[in-house]
């Protein structure tokens, strides 16, 4: 599974020849490589996968987004990962009829 992270530019610079920021992700700062998203400014707000910038949100849909992933953890606290490994399996969009 992949995952894309939220977070804060605090700093742009050029490294290299590529884009690069600092981004905060509550507390926890990372240097990323803004390249493809290149009107990314400090202040925006990113979604980074494996140290890439791969779009722009709102600060709306960012803080959302770590809600989300803060259920993920805490569901995951409680449920013992056995339990999640053995539950039944999920259906998919395509087993729905429309």
């Known amino acids: 599974m992949c995952l ?20 905060d992700f509550g507390g926890v700062t990372r240097e990323a490589c803004l390249a493809y998203v290149p009107e990314a400014a400090v202040g925006d707000y990113t979604v980074i996968h494996v140290g890439f910038a791969i779009s722009r949100l709102s ?6 987004s770590l809600a989300a ?16 490994l053995n ?4 259906r998919r969009a395509d087993d729905y009829a429309l």
């Open 59 to 64: 600060e709306q849909e960012a803080r959302e």
């Open 4 to 23: 894309g992270v939220p977070g804060k530019i605090v700093s742009v610079y050029e490294t290299d020849g590529l884009k690069m920021g600092k981004v």
């Open 87 to 90: 539950a039944a399996p999920r």
């Open 69 to 84: 992933l803060r259920e993920l953890v805490n569901l995951e606290e409680e449920i013992e990962p056995e339990k999640l």
